[in-house]
Each structure stands twice: as structure tokens, then as C-alpha cells.
């Protein structure tokens, strides 16, 4: 299995990049996130890969950080998702915004990634719900539980998600649920 290349960057095609390794060309898939923070063509990159042997296709895909190998092993482990998907994902959102997504259970910013349905965001989170923290090491920023809960109180009362999330930064870290809720529905109201 190949775990790791370390190459000069030939070509960059989202979302494939060709890494010339001594003379040999590989093609490797990466997600977004790993292609944006890329060095300029001809730099030297060390890419972390997961390796896919199908039927009819050998593919390599490739990340930045280790995080990022893993939340896209966890991914394909999970039954309807595989690589393209993963890729999607993580393409679409951060590790830890994703280990944020799980432990507040948000369906709606996983529908938001293409490819991702109501079934299939809810599958996700139950799949992934005890795994990325702790396999990843993935620290979320939901300091308690008393935030989760504010912000599960504003999305249901109709608030976006963006909107709830950015009422919740403005709050004092140790708030309680309940005076939290009121702060928030006050500066949303301005």
C-alpha cells in the first residue's frame, strides 16, 4: 500500500494533482482544502495518500495532515459513502468544522454539500457520532454542552445555522442555557 509521496508538484487540476516522484508520475485526488494550501507548481509536497484498488481502477487520494486521512477513512467506512464523497466532504468543510458538524448533530450544513442528502447527512452523524474526536484527536470548539443546547434552541425557533452561530461567538463562554438563549435572541433581534 502506498502511505506517503513525496514529489515535485507537476500539474494542479482540481481536484487531481500529478506528483512527480523521481521520475514517476502519480495522479492523486485531494480535497479542496488540501489543494488550496499547496505550494506553486514545481514546489516540493509531501502528501499523505489512501490507496483504492477497485475492479477496474488503482486511485490514490491524497492529504495535507494526517487529520485529514483519517475523518477520509472514516468516511468510506461508512456504508453509501465512498471516495468522491469523502472527497466532497472534506472539500466542503474543515476537519474540525466537521467533528463540529457531528457533535451538535447538524444535519443541515451536511445537506449543504453536494451529493448529501437528508438520509444520507443523518447516517453521517449517527455513524460518525463517537468516532471523529477521538480518532482524529479533533478538539471542537463547542466549549459545553450549554452552547450546543443555545444553539439547537435558535435553529429551532428558525434561525439559520449561520445566524445561530455567529449570535452564540457573541456570548460570554461560561453563559447557561436559558440566559443564553435571551442574549442571543437579543442581539439577533438588532
Not at 18 to 38: A, H, I, K, Q
Not at 110 to 118: A, Q, R, S, W, Y
Not at 155 to 164: R, T, W
Request: hydrophobic share 50%.
Amino acid at each position: 500500500m502506498i502511505g506517503k509521496l513525496t514529489g515535485t508538484l507537476a500539474e494542479k487540476t482540481p481536484p487531481q494533482v500529478l506528483l512527480d516522484v523521481r521520475g514517476v508520475g502519480y495522479e492523486v485526488d485531494v480535497p479542496m482544502s488540501t489543494f488550496y494550501n499547496l505550494p506553486a507548481l514545481g514546489g516540493t509536497v509531501s502528501l499523505l495518500t489512501h490507496f483504492v484498488v477497485r475492479e477496474d481502477a488503482q486511485l490514490l487520494y491524497g492529504f495535507l495532515t494526517s487529520a485529514e486521512r483519517e475523518a477520509f477513512r472514516l468516511l468510506v467506512k461508512i456504508s453509501g459513502i465512498g471516495p468522491r464523497m469523502a472527497l466532497s466532504v472534506l472539500s466542503g468543510m474543515s476537519v474540525t468544522e466537521l467533528a463540529q458538524v457531528v457533535s451538535l448533530q447538524q444535519a443541515g450544513r451536511l445537506i449543504k454539500v453536494p451529493g448529501i442528502g437528508k438520509r444520507t447527512a443523518e447516517r453521517l452523524l449517527l455513524e460518525l457520532k463517537d468516532k471523529l474526536g477521538a480518532d482524529i484527536g479533533v478538539q471542537v470548539h463547542a466549549a459545553n454542552d450549554a452552547q450546543a443546547d443555545i444553539l439547537q434552541a435558535l435553529v429551532a425557533l428558525g434561525y439559520s445555522d449561520k445566524e445561530a452561530a455567529l449570535a452564540l461567538k457573541a456570548l460570554p463562554a461560561d453563559v447557561g442555557v436559558s440566559e443564553g438563549i435571551k442574549l442571543a435572541l437579543k442581539a439577533l433581534a438588532r
